[in-house]
């Protein structure tokens, strides 16, 4: 993390050349442990087009970076916290033989997570050996 503030706080100079406020308001941004708001700030700076959104949309947008942020840092956490023994599974790493019978629809489905935010329960079942629990490591 401190290495993340680091490389922006060298590249914060030669961005924001236009305006102390600028930095300062970066700098405050960085303080408040907000990497992806900050990042996202840094990177509106060096749109030509930005100032044409309101003030409201921009705001948006920075604050949607930040949550964003925080979700992903959240699930990564989560996941080295969780100990899997095949930590570095992916949904890539998938091969939809026939023989597997799997719907690669409903499994890349899965993968976007919506059934948490919907509240509802997913039941992987299969033979005892057949994988099931690297299945539920994948997802």
Do not use: C, W
């Not at 503030?5 to 924001?16: F, P, Q």
């Amino acid at each position: 993390m401190k290495t993340m503030m680091t490389l922006h706080l060298s590249e914060v100079h030669h961005i924001m050349e236009e305006t102390q406020m600028n930095r300062d308001t970066y700098e405050k941004i960085v303080a408040l442990r907000l990497p992806g708001m900050a990042k996202t700030y840094l990177e509106q700076e060096e749109m030509e087009d930005i100032r044409q959104l309101t003030f409201d949309q921009r705001l948006e947008l920075l604050v949607d970076a930040e949550v964003d942020s925080q979700r992903i840092h959240k699930i990564e956490r989560l996941i080295n916290n969780a100990h899997f023994a095949e930590s570095k599974a992916s949904i890539t790493q998938i091969k939809y033989y026939a023989d597997r019978h799997l719907d690669k629809e409903q499994i890349l489905s899965l993968a976007t997570n919506e059934y948490i935010k919907k509240h509802e329960n997913v039941l992987i079942i299969g033979a005892t050996g057949a994988g099931n629990y690297v299945k539920l490591e994948i997802m």
